[in-house]
Nanobody
Framework: QVQLGESGGGLVQAGGSLRLSCATS????????MGWFRQAPGREREFVAA????????NYADSVKGRFTISRDNAKSTVYLQMNSLKPEDTAVYYC?????????????????WGQGTQVTVSS
């Protein structure tokens, strides 16, 4: 069992930055690929970024490419999402998720564990 807890959300002006963290429990963090997803009101949960279990591969949604960076520290069992040049359309609840195995997925249904989410609000 893996428990995930996001932090770092908040209110920021357009053009600003935030860094989200997702701390995990358990001793097997390095066995899981990790992903970040987001969900805005009235919309489906969507893929944001993902990273392989060893950190060697990453993937980003086109809407965040060049602005967001996913990283992980396996020694701290934590995954991060650095978000720069934020836009009002980035406003959503952001979730981290864990998927058993080396490789990530962009599909929410293929993740095994989820955090409770953290709100990110970008004002114009």
């Amino acid at each position: 069992q893996v428990q995930l807890g996001e932090s770092g959300g908040g209110l920021v002006q357009a053009g600003g930055s935030l860094r989200l963290s997702c701390a995990t429990s358990g001793r097997t963090f390095s066995s899981y690929a990790m992903g970040w997803f987001r969900q805005a009101p009235g919309r489906e949960r969507e893929f944001v970024a993902a990273i392989s279990s060893n950190g060697g591969r990453t993937n980003y949604a086109d809407s965040v490419k060049g602005r967001f960076t996913i990283s992980r520290d396996n020694a701290k069992s934590t995954v991060y999402l650095q978000m720069n040049s934020l836009k009002p359309e980035d406003t959503a609840v952001y979730y981290c998720a864990a998927r058993r195995g080396w490789y990530y997925s962009i599909l929410p249904r293929e993740y095994d564990y989820w955090g409770q989410g953290t709100q990110v609000t970008v004002s114009s």
